[in-house]
């Protein structure tokens, strides 16, 4: 599975970006995709997944971002509003087999899959 991220920019804190993510190379419907963003020095860290219908979110964005998925266009995206200058991170798109248990999902090991980042910066 190829994963290709793209949407990322530079916004103003309070403003919105949309990321998507094209896969290919697979059966997409087959897929729980997640979406996880990393800085600097830092470990990367889980942000939102979306297991066949049901999504999840960290508790820093939840409430602010939403995940949704077409599967008819092989295509996860990840809605950001209301960002804030600490949503600053390049963000990464990820697969992992639907059959995963829920609670790893959080966890960077349980995605087969990675796309390349994608630059997201708020700027105060």
């Known amino acids: 599975v190829q994963l290709q991220a793209s949407g990322g920019g530079l916004v103003q804190a309070g403003g919105f970006l949309r990321l998507s993510c094209a896969a290919s190379g697979g059966t997409f419907s087959a897929y729980a995709m997640g979406w996880f963003r990393q800085t600097p020095g830092k470990e990367r860290e889980f942000v939102a997944v979306?297991?066949?219908?049901?999504?999840y979110y960290a508790g820093s964005v939840k409430g602010r971002f939403t995940i949704s998925r077409d599967n008819a266009k092989n295509t996860v995206y990840l809605q950001m509003n209301s960002l804030k200058p600490e949503d600053t991170a390049e963000y990464f798109c990820?697969?992992?087999?639907?059959?995963?248990?829920?609670?790893?999902?959080?966890?960077?090991?349980?995605?087969?899959?990675w796309g390349q980042g994608t630059q997201v910066t708020v700027s105060s």
């Open positions: 990820a697969a992992a087999k639907a059959t995963t248990i829920l609670s790893s999902l959080w966890a960077q090991s349980a995605y087969a899959y």
């Open positions: 979306m297991r066949a219908s049901s999504p």
